[in-house]
């Protein structure tokens, strides 16, 4: 089994990405990782709070999980899991870890996408990505359009037919 970490601002294109991953390491079986990447706050009172954080969750739209619930079910002989995660730090040394505990084997990059910060404590994922020492793995963006792959209307038809 091959787990990828795809960093994602929860903008549905972000998982446009999937079905060409499952193409390119079938027969593998895939644990995807989609992780919002988040600077450490210096406030106190939010560093108190830090392990029972659960405000970041509402910045997921319920379309992102049923496009994720649609896609693992889709593929479900390739994908064994996927998970939304965030990451806190800014430091490699941080992000190095992060990897390690979650046996990350590669990381996915989307060509020429833009990655959105979502709230005050979010970073951009490129620096510490680009900087770890990971395997990265581009996939294809086609112009300022939709990313290749994935229809997400036909996929959430699906879903709820």
Same mark, same amino acid.
């Given at each position: 089994?091959?787990?990828?970490?795809?960093?994602?601002?929860?903008?549905?294109?972000?998982?446009?990405?999937?079905?060409?991953?499952?193409? @390119?390491?079938?027969?593998?079986?895939?644990?995807?990782?989609?992780?919002?990447?988040?600077?450490?706050? *210096? %406030?106190?009172?939010?560093? +108190?709070?830090?392990?029972?954080?659960?405000?970041?969750?509402?910045?997921?739209?319920?379309? $992102?999980? %049923?496009? =994720?619930?649609?896609?693992?079910?889709?593929?479900?002989?390739?994908?064994?899991?996927?998970?939304?995660? $965030?990451?806190?730090?800014?430091?490699?040394?941080?992000?190095?870890?992060?990897?390690?505990?979650?046996?990350? *084997?590669?990381?996915?990059?989307?060509? *020429?996408?833009?990655?959105?910060?979502?709230? @005050?404590?979010?970073?951009?994922? !490129? +620096? +510490? &990505?680009?900087? =770890?020492?990971?395997? +990265?793995?581009? &996939?294809? $963006?086609?112009?300022?359009?939709?990313?290749?792959? $994935?229809?997400? !209307?036909?996929?959430?038809?699906?879903? @709820?037919?």
């Amino acid at each position: 089994m091959k787990t990828l970490l795809i960093p994602t601002d929860f903008d549905l294109k972000s998982l446009n990405s999937i079905p060409e991953l499952v193409e @390119k390491y079938y027969p593998e079986d895939l644990n995807i990782i989609l992780v919002h990447m988040m600077q450490i706050t *210096d %406030d106190i009172h939010e560093l +108190l709070m830090l392990s029972r954080r659960s405000t970041e969750y509402q910045d997921i739209s319920q379309a $992102f999980y %049923d496009t =994720c619930t649609a896609l693992k079910q889709k593929h479900r002989s390739s994908i064994q899991k996927i998970s939304i995660e $965030f990451f806190y730090g800014s430091t490699v040394a941080v992000f190095k870890n992060f990897l390690d505990a979650n046996e990350v *084997d590669e990381i996915v990059l989307i060509r *020429d996408y833009d990655y959105k910060l979502i709230n @005050k404590n979010s970073i951009k994922p !490129t +620096l +510490l &990505v680009t900087r =770890c020492g990971k395997a +990265l793995v581009y &996939v294809g $963006f086609q112009g300022p359009g939709q990313p290749k792959g $994935f229809d997400l !209307t036909a996929s959430l038809f699906e879903q @709820k037919v």
